[in-house]
């Protein structure tokens, strides 16, 4: 999460990890202290997803956008975008989709 709890009170670190377990994440949700990892990776949005890679020189990007492609109506995706990047990286093959529009709230800087 990279929004500046300063400009944003709501998205403090105990707000959002009250927010993550009512929804039941079961991935880890981690604050972006200082805001400057978000930069380094393109995001713009909340929730704004990156999918790396660890490889010898470094983490690589290999998907940016949006989780799915209907952020109003989980009954209604069609294309699980990061579910398909990370079976495709898993599975050694060609990631379809490696960059899609986030939609979401601006990050609060």
Do not use: W
């Not at 994440?25 to 660890?54: C, M, N, R």
């Not at 699980?80 to 939609?103: C, F, Q």
Request: proline content about 6%; charged content about 30%.
């Amino acid at each position: 999460m990279p929004n500046n709890p300063d400009v944003q009170p709501g998205d403090n670190v105990e707000t959002m990890k009250a927010r993550a377990a009512s929804k039941g994440f079961s991935f880890p949700y981690l604050f972006d202290d200082g805001q400057e990892i978000y930069p380094q990776y393109g995001a713009t949005k909340t929730p704004h997803v990156y999918l790396l890679q660890k490889t010898k020189k470094g983490n690589v990007v290999k998907y940016i956008g949006a989780i799915d492609d209907n952020y109003k109506d989980v009954e209604d995706i069609n294309i699980k975008y990061v579910e398909e990047a990370i079976d495709a990286l898993m599975n050694g093959k060609e990631i379809k989709e490696t960059k899609t529009r986030a939609i979401g709230c601006s990050i609060k800087v």
